[in-house]
C-alpha cells in the first residue's frame, strides 16, 4: 500500500516515515500543502496521512481541493492533528475517512501506534468499498 504522509514537523515526519516503512508501507512524504496536493496528483497514492497545520496551505485546504478533483476525489484521506476533537465532525463532513490525535499516535518515546490504527482503519475503509479482506496485498 502506498501513503502520502504530509507533515511538516521533521521529526514527526520522520517518526511515523519509519514507523510505516517497518510495518511494510510504502511512503512519500510532503511537507506543505501545495506539495502534498502535486504529489498525491502525480502518484495517486492508496491513502493519505494529511496534518492540519501546514506551510503554504492548510490541511483542511487541502482536503477540499483533493475531495474536488476527480483525480483524486476517490484517495481516502486520514487527518492526524494535534488539535483537539473538536474539529473532527467538520472534517469529516468535508470528506475525511478518519480524524486521530497525534498526542494518541505516540504516547510514549520510542512506540508509535499509527501503523496498528491504520490497519483497522483500512479494514473499515475497504468494507465499505466492499473489498474482501483476502482482496487486499499484505505488507510485506
Known sequence: MRILLV????AIRRANESALLKAGYEVTCAEDGETALQVAQQQKPDLILLDMILPKMSGPDVLRHLKNEPGTAAIPVVVLSSLTE?????????GAEEYLEKNTLMPLPGMNLLPKMLENIICRINRRRGIAFTDVPIPK
Do not use: H, V
Open 7 to 10: 507533515e511538516d514537523s521533521l
Open 86 to 94: 473538536k474539529n473532527r465532525q467538520k472534517l469529516m463532513d468535508e
